[in-house]
Antibody
Framework: QVQLQESGPGLARPSETLSLTCSVF??????????WSWVRQPPGKGLEWVGS???????TFNPSLNSRVALSIDTSKNQFSLRLTSVTTADTAVYFC???????????????WGRGTTVTVSS | QSVLTQPPSASGTSGQRVTISCSGG????????VYWYQQLPGTAPRVLIS???RRPSGVPDRFSGSKSGTSASLAINGLRSEDEADYYC???????????FGGGTKVTVL
C-alpha cells in the first residue's frame, strides 16, 4: 500500500520561500502512470490544487499562484518537492501531497493522500 | 470562489437522504468525469465516487453519484452520524488544463 508523508518547516516568514518535501513509501515516483501533486487547504476553507509533477520532471501549477510555485522530483530518493516563493499570510494552510492516477492520458485525479502538514506564515 | 459551485452546507436526520449538487461549465463537468471526495474532520480527503458514479472498494453503497450536462450530484441514502464530513466535487478543466475542486459542502447529521 502506497503511503505519502510530507515534511518541512511549520513556520515561514512573509516574503520568504516555503519548501516542502513528500516522501513516497511502498511505490515508486518513477512511473508514467501517475502525477505527484500538492493540494492545500487554508484554515476553515476548501481544497485548492497547487501543482503536479510528472516523473520526467514536467510540472504544471495553478495559475492563481502567479508563477510562485516550483515543483521538482527526485527519483533516486523517491521524493517530490514544492517551493513557494514570496509567501504571505494567505499561504497559511495545510499542505497535502498526493498521488494522482491517470485514468486517461489527458487527466488525473488524486487517489492516495498524505496526512498533510500545517504551514503558518507569520512574522 | 471556485469555478465548481457547491452549496456550503446540507443536513438531515439519521436515515434521511441528502443530496449535494456541483455546478460547473462546458469546459469541465460538461466534458469530463466528476469525482467526489469525503473529508472527515482533521483527516485527508478520500475518494468516495470516481468517474461520475463508481464506488471504490470499501465505500458503502448508500453513497451514489450522477452527472447530467454541466452538473453533478452526490446522494447519501440512509444518512448516518459517521457521514458528518466535508464533501468536495472534483473534475478536470480543459481550459485550465488542470484540476478543479468545488468549494465543498459540510454535511451535518441533525
Amino acid at each position: 500500500q502506497v503511503q505519502l508523508q510530507e515534511s518541512g518547516p511549520g513556520l515561514a516568514r512573509p516574503s520568504e520561500t516555503l519548501s516542502l518535501t513528500c516522501s513516497v513509501f511502498g511505490g515508486s515516483v518513477n512511473s508514467a502512470n501517475y502525477y505527484w501533486s500538492w493540494v492545500r487547504q487554508p484554515p476553515g476553507k476548501g481544497l485548492e490544487w497547487v501543482g503536479s509533477v510528472f516523473y520526467s520532471g514536467t510540472s504544471t501549477f495553478n495559475p492563481s499562484l502567479n508563477s510562485r510555485v516550483a515543483l521538482s522530483i527526485d527519483t533516486s530518493k523517491n521524493q517530490f518537492s514544492l517551493r513557494l516563493t514570496s509567501v504571505t499570510t494567505a499561504d497559511t494552510a495545510v499542505y497535502f501531497c498526493a498521488r494522482a492516477v491517470r485514468p486517461d492520458y489527458y487527466y488525473y485525479y488524486m487517489d492516495v493522500w498524505g496526512r498533510g502538514t500545517t504551514v503558518t506564515v507569520s512574522s | 470562489q471556485s469555478v465548481l459551485t457547491q452549496p456550503p452546507s446540507a443536513s438531515g436526520t439519521s436515515g434521511q437522504r441528502v443530496t449535494i449538487s456541483c455546478s460547473g461549465g462546458s469546459s469541465n463537468i460538461g466534458v469530463n468525469h466528476v469525482y467526489w471526495y469525503q473529508q472527515l474532520p482533521g483527516t485527508a480527503p478520500r475518494v468516495l465516487i470516481s468517474r461520475n458514479n463508481r464506488r471504490p472498494s470499501g465505500v458503502p453503497d448508500r453513497f451514489s453519484g450522477s452527472k447530467s450536462g454541466t452538473s453533478a450530484s452526490l446522494a447519501i441514502n440512509g444518512l448516518r452520524s459517521e457521514d458528518e464530513a466535508d464533501y468536495y466535487c472534483y473534475t478536470w478543466d480543459d481550459s485550465l488544463s488542470g484540476p478543479l475542486f468545488g468549494g465543498g459542502t459540510k454535511v451535518t447529521v441533525l
